[in-house]
Structure formats: C-alpha cells, structure tokens
C-alpha cells in the first residue's frame, strides 16, 4: 500500500480510518511492553502506538531515530490526560497494525526531534549543522523557513502574471561589465586565454528587454557576486529581478507596495499598510545616520553643530558637524565605552558625553555642555547624551550605529514590519582613493531631469532617479529609472572617466541597442533571501537558502571550492603559479 496521508495532517476527521504512513521516527518510547513512535513527515508529528500482539511489534522494537518507515494503521482518539496541544495531530494516534522498515540511518550527528515536538532545538555550531546540511534540514525551523520561501516565490508569480509581467530567463554566461563588485570568472575552453563572467544582476539585459518591446519583465534570478561575506550576504543569491517600460519613479512604488502587500497576505496572513512612508537620503543619513533606518523605534540623530561652534571645546568648535544622540537611560561608563568602540570602528575619532540627572549635567564633557542644548536635543531627566564630531558621512554613520547598538540593548525595537523607501541617492560619489566621481548605484541610473545642468558642473549635487526599499532597517530592494538616451548615456561615462573607445569596448552592445529608440524604463531587484529571512524573523539569510556557504565561502557539506585536475586546466589553457610566482 502506498501513502494515503501526511502525518501531521492526520486529525480528529480520521478516526477509526485506515491510514498508511511514511517518513522518519523522530522520537520511539518503549514503555513497559507498549511502544510509542513519533512518525514525522515535512507537514509534522503523529503518535503511532504499537501494541505487544501486533504484528509490527517485532519491527518497532528494533527502530531507532530517523530511519525511515512505512506503517500501516487504524486512527483513533487519544484519552483525554494525553492530548497533546503543542503538534497539530495531537488528538489522535495511530495503532499500528504493520511496519515496514524502508531504510535504516545511523545515529545523527546533533538532535533534530525537539522543534517537532513544539520544544527548543539544542544549539549546535553552524559549521557541524552544514557540514550535515542534509540532517540540518530536516529540523523543523529549516522545513519551514524554505517552504515560506516557496510560498513567496509562488505569491510573487501570481501576482506579478497578473500584472501583465512575462518571465524571461537571462544568461549565465556573459562578459564582464562593472557593476560594483568582483566578478566570477569562467574560463573559455574553446576560446583560450577569454573568459565568461557569471552575472552580478540581469541589469543589461533587462534593459535590453525594454528596448526590445517586452514592456514588463520579471525573473527569480540567480546572480553572482565575489565580495567578502556576511550575515547577509552569499558569493550566490537570488533576486526578484522586475522592469517596466514608459514608466515612472512613483509607478514602480506603487505596484512594489502592492506586490509587497500581496506577499504579506498570502504567506503571513498580515495587512501590510500602503504606501509606504517616504524619505530622502540626506533625511535618512542625518536623521538615523544609515540609508536603510530601522523605524521600529525612535532614537534620532540631532544636529547641534551651531551650539557649539567657536566654543571651549576645541575637539568641537572646529569640526565639520557635530551629532547628538539621548540615549533613554544613564549609561555607566562600562557602557559608554563600548559604544565607543562601535563608534570607532565606524571612523569616529570618539564618542563624547555626558548625563542628565538631578536637573544638572554630570560627567564626561558636562562643563563645556553649551547654553540650550537640553532643549535642541529634548533631553529628559535620567537620560544620557552622546555625541559625535568630525566630517559629517563619518559622523552620522558612527553616531547611527551606536542608536543600532542602543535599541538592541535598551529593548526599544518593535515587534512587526516597518518599511520604508530611501529616494533621492546622490547620483554619484568622490572615491578618495581613486581621486575621481564613481557611481553610487551603478552607470546606468539616470540623473534627476531637474538636475542635469549640474552634471558636468556640480556632479556632487546631482540627485538620481534611485530608490532603496528598507524593511526593518535592512535593505530588500533597490533600483532606479535608467537612462534611455544614447547621448545621456555617453555623457555618464564621460563623466566616470570610461572614453569613448572603452565605452565602445565594454558597453557597445547596450549603446547600440539605445540607439534604434529605446522607451523610459526603469526597475527593481528585491533581495529575496534577505525578504524571506526577515518574515522568518532570522538574523542570517543560511538560514532561508537550502545550501548555503560559510561566511569565508566554502560549502562544508560539498567541500566546494575544491582543486581541479591538471588534464582540466590543461583544456583550458590555464597554468598555476604560487602567489609570489
């Protein structure tokens, strides 16, 4: 006989049905004669009682955790004293009438069986749990991490057919262009010596798409990016990849907050509120000091640099902005000197301070506190006040990390979803190191129409037509309107430094197709291991990703990346050599 149910799904509707089961013992009970199997399948947990005169005793008395059986059996309802409220079949049971073993396992490296029985899993390492990635996903919390995924992947689906989008597939395989990070390269066996680079987004070609008369497009699209890892971050990864044509900034707002909203109630059942909050990125910097605010809880930066302007205190008479932070709380020294240390390590040269209590200021830089700063910061008794001076980037993205660090220790940040879109990004950034204007999104991002008579004049000033979708103080999403005009494109790499001739080299594909009359496009690419990481309520996205790598890029499971032989390398042309050879 084959399966006839799910054992979670098995319930009061069954009783006194046959049934026949399969899947993994996750917990057996031998009590005085009587057996107790808890049979797990990927929807959960039923009791399986196998009785002394069954002809599945002998089976059942030789099973151990997770090896695989089928049992066949009569449902019936549990005495009263036995329900189990915490698994969704803990009403019934099944007395066992045959058990088959399919396959025997041996004992697993950590415990997997507490999170089906509605308990704690045991905390094991991260590297044992992916070195048995197989074992690891079979815990409850993985199960349904990866199937909320699928959930949002089909939401995405439907939606987005009905909106008229169509899927496109795009390469794998394609040259390299810069987009902001490392490529992956892939060496060419028939063309020696050139090489392939795997994707960092479908951003050309989706554009490409636009020009071609597709109108709306959309991929679950898998990209590549060789940049150093963490929580957040994988060498591979997936994205919502979308582009409209004859669009729009606000249009592409408003169907991403729609999409949002759809996503929200067909996989969590919540009503997410719309539209989302607005604000510019220079708000957002001096406000909370990072471009992606968590606005689950208060906390704003305040500008005080007039107050102390050409006052006693050197370090601040001088400095180009001086920040304040009130923290809700008298810190004690212990604590101030660790949010120093967060604050250093974002560039700050300090952390300066000082407590209100009793009416008066008290410690830290109490005697150079200048006249109405209570009232410019709202300071209240029993609160401490920390402050930041210096260029103003490194002052605000210091000062904002400490208010980060604050809302973790003080409990201050919210339950539920917070979002919010970050629009008006600078169109370009000063790279110090490399003495010139660089992108801060990429080349194709079109300058605000308002402001293209500062582009070769004033580059700093000029604002893009980008946008930031923030959810609970991580960016999800990203994307901009492009440029649709051959000669606007031309002056943008004028602008960054790339000559018409390296133009013509790297990007003469995408000139040539601007040039046969391409239509206002514009797009978004949602990160979607971060979105569903965050309706999971995880901090990292491995724990929404089946197999993900470690945080220095290797896969313990498959030990990837791993040597190659020689006869391969030789196919290709290609010849190691040590670092200093």
């Given amino acids: 006989m084959r399966r006839t149910h799910y054992c979670g799904n098995v319930n009061t509707s069954n009783i006194n049905e046959q049934v026949v089961l399969e899947g993994w013992v996750n917990r057996r009970r031998d009590l005085g004669g009587l057996i107790f199997i808890d049979l797990r399948d990927r929807e959960g947990l039923v009791q399986v009682v196998v009785q002394p005169e069954s002809p599945a005793y002998a089976q059942a008395n030789r099973v151990r ?24 079949s803990g009403e019934v049971e099944v007395v066992a009438e045959g058990l088959e073993v399919l396959a025997e396992a041996r ?26 990635r197989v074992v690891d996903l079979r815990r409850r919390t993985l199960q349904r991490n990866l199937r909320l995924r699928h959930k949002v992947v089909a939401a995405i689906y439907r939606f987005l057919d009905q909106e008229g989008f169509i899927s496109v597939e795009t390469p794998f395989l394609t040259r390299s262009t810069p987009e902001g990070a490392r490529d992956f390269l892939v060496p060419s066996r028939l063309q020696p010596g050139q090489f392939y680079a795997l994707p960092q987004s479908p951003q050309l070609f989706k554009q490409m798409l636009m020009v ?11 990209c590549f990016r060789d940049e150093d890892l963490r929580a ?13 044509s004859f669009v729009e900034q606000d249009d592409i707002l408003e169907l991403n907050e729609r999409l949002a909203a759809y996503v929200f109630k067909e996989t969590l059942g919540l009503e997410l509120p719309i539209p989302f909050p607005r604000m510019s990125y220079a708000q957002a910097m001096n406000c909370y000091g990072s471009d992606k605010p968590d606005l689950r809880f208060g906390l704003e ?28 709380a008298l810190l004690s020294r212990r604590e101030i000197e660790e949010l120093e240390a967060i604050a250093k390590g974002k560039g700050a040269a300090g952390l300066a301070w000082s407590r209100y209590e009793g009416g008066a200021f008290s410690g830290g830089i109490a005697r150079f506190i200048p006249e109405g700063l209570k009232e410019r910061v709202r300071l209240e008794e029993g609160q401490t006040v920390l402050f930041v001076a210096g260029p103003w980037r490194k002052s605000v993205e210091s000062l904002g990390a400490v208010r980060l660090e604050l809302g973790k220790r003080l409990g201050l940040i919210g339950e539920g979803f917070r979002f919010l879109w970050v629009v008006d990004f600078p169109l370009l950034e000063w790279d110090e190191e490399g003495g010139r204007w660089t992108y801060m999104h990429h080349p194709f991002t079109s300058p605000n129409l308002e402001d293209l008579e500062l582009l070769e004049r004033d580059p700093g ?15 999800v999403g990203g994307g901009s309107i492009r440029i649709h005009r051959r000669e606007l494109q031309e ?14 080299e790297k990007f003469g594909f995408l000139l040539e197709a601007l040039s046969y009359g391409a239509p206002p496009h514009g797009g978004i690419a949602w990160g979607l291991d971060r979105w569903v990481a965050n309706m999971a309520g995880e901090d990292s996205i491995r724990e929404v990703i089946a197999f993900p790598k470690n945080k220095e890029g290797r896969d313990p499971l498959t030990e990837a990346p791993s040597p190659v032989s020689e006869a391969q390398l030789a196919e290709l042309g290609i010849a190691l050599r040590t670092p200093n050879g």
Avoid: C
């Avoid at 090896?67 to 549990?78: E, L, S």
């Avoid at 050197?314 to 920040?323: Q, T």
């Fill in 65 to 88: 955790s997770e090896w695989v059986v089928r049992v066949t059996g009569i449902v019936r309802a549990r005495p009263a004293e036995q329900v189990n409220a915490k698994i969704a």
């Fill in 107 to 132: 004992t697993p490296p950590f415990p997997i069986d507490a999170g089906w029985r509605g308990e704690q899993d045991q905390v094991v390492s991260e590297e044992i749990r992916m070195r048995h």
């Fill in 212 to 222: 071609a008369g597709f109108d709306r497009y959309f991929q679950i699209a898998r």
């Fill in 232 to 244: 957040d971050r994988q060498p591979d990864f997936t994205q919502l990849d979308l582009e409209m």
């Fill in 301 to 328: 930066l305040a500008d005080v640099s007039e107050l102390f302007r050409g006052g006693e205190f050197r370090a601040f008479a001088d400095a180009e902005v001086v920040k304040a932070l009130v923290a809700p």
């Fill in 461 to 475: 000033r000029v604002r893009a037509y980008a946008y930031d979708l923030v959810m609970n103080g991580a960016e």
């Fill in 491 to 504: 002056r943008m790499f004028a602008l960054l430094g790339i000559g018409p001739e390296e133009a013509q």
